[in-house]
């Protein structure tokens, strides 16, 4: 199974910006969906970004166009740009990946593999 390594976070001012990194383990996930979620304190764990491929994406309601995922496929890695980072979105940030080559409804596969997550702190 894919093991995954986020990285990046940290602690930040309301309307910084930063970028988390996820690096896979094997390059099979080229062809996997990946996706970030995150969940803050008491609160249930929240749908962020989702990647197909290179140019297929979608996010998560809440996000209003501040967040941007993005995939390397050289590097085994996917990315999540954040912009206009609010004390809302403090959280633990993780990603996911399906299956090599889940060919499934890309709006909510089962992801199998999950990192172990990295902390954002947003300040006001």
């Known amino acids: 199974q894919v093991q995954l390594v986020e990285s990046g976070g940290g602690l930040v001012q309301a309307g910084d910006s930063l970028r988390l990194s996820c690096a896979a383990s094997?390059?099979?996930?080229?062809?996997?969906?990946m996706g970030w979620f995150r969940q803050a304190p008491g609160k249930e764990r929240e749908f962020v970004a989702a990647?197909?491929?290179?140019?297929?994406?979608h996010y998560g309601d809440s996000l209003n166009g501040r967040f941007t995922i993005s995939r390397d496929d050289d590097r085994s890695t996917v990315y999540l740009q954040m912009n206009g980072l609010k004390p809302e979105d403090t959280a633990v940030y993780f990603c996911a990946a399906t299956r090599p080559n889940f060919d499934g409804d890309w709006y909510a596969p089962p992801y199998d593999a999950w990192g172990q997550g990295t902390q954002v702190t947003v300040s006001s």
């Open positions: 094997e390059h099979t996930f080229r062809t996997a969906i």
């Open positions: 990647i197909r491929g290179n140019d297929l994406t």
